[in-house]
């Protein structure tokens, strides 16, 4: 039986496949074009949804501009029924995961009609493509790795997503279980707001500063000026403080190099930080404006978008109020010794002097123990859930 908080009350048709359903590899250009154009399609009239833009979308699945393609084994699919294109997924393996995790593959960027006949060609698709590579297990959804979007939301429907917190109608979870998955795993992602309670914040703050005090650490922002080498470090405190996060593998210098060169004409300095000991790093926090709050659904970003991009004072948007939470961790030396709360005042401090008026967060794992014990100091509930799935070979 599907869970009625996951599915919502939109049924899905249940029909069997029509001989006119076919799923196809992408490989022309028109192809690409209809696997990135299909989400309008699905999502219209949804003023929820917030698209990826085109552009990213096709230099991710371009493998001459993405060097992921060189890491990760990678295939695009779009069903059509009668040359209609009524449904996407990709089917990715990457090797890193495959060392540290076994024999899985994944599956992503899915978009049906509310149709089980297309889900499940699609993801019949996808399973064979995986099972023909030697993989016994297929888990998703995520982007092609586990390292970008993951999961499908299962609640939070209610106000649009932050930028990297996935979106989709209700009835996506129905139609992968109605194809054998079941749930691998569970995110949350949370959202704290400035008016808040100010007891609250006094309270982060005294406790950060006297770790501090006491473990003698220095809290210092990045230093845009030497982006290259500041880029390493987070690279290398990223792969330090995720090691034995659950689903994670480390970014590669050219796979963490193109993540943020398509961030970079978004960050504000003010809300990014670096903990250290002494002059050697131990903790990060990397925030984003939420752009998702001004880039509206066409997929593109408009004459007035990019303006407020390049009019930026000290790092602000003009009207992006939150602050999204990408990255944040502490290197395995230093579990235990209070960068948490370091790093939890760092949020409080960073956000009150920027003028933002909330935080967000991207997802965090449900066997998280750092980032739930983090999220905890801040006593609020979560936004939004998203779930990933998964089902033997």
Request: aromatic residues 8%.
């Given at each position: 039986m599907l869970d009625e908080h996951v599915t919502g009350k939109r049924h899905?048709?249940?029909?069997?496949?029509?001989?006119s359903l076919r799923v196809r590899q992408v490989q022309s250009h028109e192809d690409i074009k209809r696997f990135i154009g299909l989400p309008w399609q699905?999502?219209?009239?949804d003023n929820r949804w917030r698209p990826a833009l085109r552009r990213v979308m096709r230099a991710k699945m371009d493998s001459r501009k993405n060097p992921l393609h060189r890491e990760v084994q990678i295939a695009n699919f779009?069903?059509?029924?009668?040359?209609?294109?009524?449904?996407?997924?990709?089917?990715?393996?990457?090797?890193?995961?495959?060392?540290?995790?076994?024999?899985c593959a994944f599956f992503g960027f899915f978009e049906s009609e509310a149709d089980e006949s297309v889900a499940t060609a699609l993801l019949d698709t996808a399973e064979d493509w995986a099972r023909h590579r030697g993989m016994t297990k297929i888990i998703g959804p995520f982007s092609y790795t586990s390292r970008e979007e993951v999961g499908f939301l299962i609640s939070g429907y209610d106000t649009p997503p932050a930028i990297m917190q996935p979106y989709n109608p209700r009835y996506y979870p129905a139609l992968v279980q109605a194809a054998g998955y079941q749930k691998r795993f569970d995110t949350a992602s949370y959202r704290w707001r400035v008016s808040g309670s100010q007891p609250l914040q006094r309270r982060l703050l005294t406790?950060?500063?006297?770790?501090?005090?006491?473990?003698?650490?220095?809290?210092?922002?990045?230093?845009?000026?030497?982006?290259?080498?500041?880029l390493e470090v987070l690279r290398e405190l990223y792969n330090d403080s995720f090691a034995k996060h659950p689903e994670n593998v480390p970014l590669s210098r050219a796979v963490f190099a193109d993540m943020a060169a398509e961030m970079r004409p978004l960050i504000d300095p003010t809300i990014i930080r670096i903990v250290e000991a002494g002059k050697t790093p131990v903790g990060?926090?990397?925030?984003?404006?939420?752009?998702?709050?001004?880039?509206?659904?066409?997929?593109?970003?408009?004459?007035?978008?990019?303006?407020?991009?390049a009019a930026k004072r000290g790092g602000r948007i003009r009207g992006v109020d939150t602050a999204v939470v990408v990255l944040i961790g502490a290197v395995?030396?230093?579990?235990?010794?209070?960068?948490?709360?370091?790093?939890?005042?760092?949020?409080?401090?960073?956000?009150?002097?920027?003028?933002?008026?909330?935080?967000?967060?991207?997802?965090?794992?449900?066997?998280?123990?750092w980032s739930n014990s983090l999220t905890a100091q801040m006593k609020t509930s979560p936004e939004k859930r998203h779930r990933v799935y998964q089902k033997a070979l």
């Open positions: 899905v048709r249940t029909a069997a496949p029509p001989s699905i999502y219209r009239g779009v069903a059509y029924r009668k040359g209609r294109p009524v449904g996407r997924i990709s089917a990715s393996i990457d090797s890193a995961y495959v060392e540290r995790y076994g024999d406790r950060a500063d006297a770790v501090m005090s006491a473990q003698g650490l220095t809290v210092r922002p990045v230093h845009l000026s030497d982006y290259d080498r500041e990060f926090l990397f925030m984003l404006p939420d752009i998702n709050e001004i880039s509206g659904q066409s997929g593109r970003l408009t004459a007035a978008t990019l303006l407020r991009i395995q030396t230093q579990f235990g010794a209070g960068i948490g709360r370091v790093l939890a005042g760092e949020i409080v401090r960073t956000i009150t002097t920027s003028g933002y008026s909330s935080v967000a967060t991207t997802w965090i794992h449900e066997a998280n123990v």
